[in-house]
């Protein structure tokens, strides 16, 4: 059977891979089980990994949620098993960084956003799509987006589903760097390299310092948020139908 998901460690560096490039690594609740499973070994890896890189084969990141799975059907294990799994990384010990090229859209920015911090190439393309397919945020955009990019640009992403480049996503505070996409593997190894370099104790602590200096204001946003979106708008399906 093929991974959805495969895990590759070197260095103390654990590297997560995203692997439905023929479907742009669309989201499915399947992946996700399978992401869930690779976040919490790592979780008891603490003496091997010091650092865990999240990213996607093939021509892109993650074109977001599987929209063929919303639209026939497919269910996760659990109604909060995607924001719960989103939780998972940001609880990891060790920091987590996002190597995003090519789209990253809705479901796949929420995921980023999940991450310590995104190292960007010029290709990527980040956008919330949720107002496209009359859909509402769950899994956590609407907390995590505005306090990395300001209230102000989430509004304005959030509204319009404007497409962010790369180069715009680094100047927003979106991600900390912007790459060509040749030099994309090098800066995430750069970056991966000084924190394990570092001392891993440190690392951990200032990431637990630095969640926790949000997590009481962060964790009742999320809850809110998941028991007051109203979900799937009533042309979901139909606009879904029209995209073929």
Not at 68 to 95: C, F, H, M, V
Not at 115 to 125: G, K, N, Q, T
């Amino acid at each position: 059977m093929t991974e959805l998901v495969t895990r590759h460690d070197q260095d103390a560096v654990a590297t997560l891979t995203l692997a439905r490039p023929e479907v742009l690594n669309a989201l499915s609740p399947a992946l996700f089980v399978e992401l869930h499973a690779h976040l919490e070994a790592l979780a008891g890896a603490t003496d091997s990994v010091a650092a865990v890189v999240l990213r996607g084969a093939g021509r892109a990141f993650s074109a977001g949620n599987d929209l063929k799975a919303i639209e026939t059907g497919d269910r996760a294990p659990s109604p909060r098993y995607q924001p719960e799994t989103l939780l998972l990384i940001e609880s990891l010990p060790q920091p987590v960084i996002a190597a995003v090229h090519g789209y990253c859209y809705t479901g796949a920015l929420e995921l980023a956003l999940a991450c310590d911090y995104i190292i960007a190439a010029e290709s990527a393309r980040f956008a919330d799509t949720h107002g496209k397919w009359a859909m509402s945020p769950t899994w956590g955009m609407s907390q995590r987006l505005p306090r990395r990019v300001g209230i102000g640009r989430a509004r304005e992403m959030m509204y319009t589903g404007r497409v962010v480049t790369g180069a715009e996503a680094a100047t927003i505070g979106l991600a900390v760097r912007c790459v060509p996409d040749d030099e994309l593997d090098a800066a995430v190894a750069e970056s991966t390299g000084a924190i394990a370099a570092n001392s891993w104790f440190t690392s951990r602590a200032d990431k637990m310092l630095l969640r926790q200096s949000q997590e009481h204001f962060l964790q009742d946003g999320l809850e809110w948020e998941g028991a007051n979106s109203p979900g799937a708008g009533p042309d979901m399906l139909e606009r879904l139908r029209g995209r073929k």
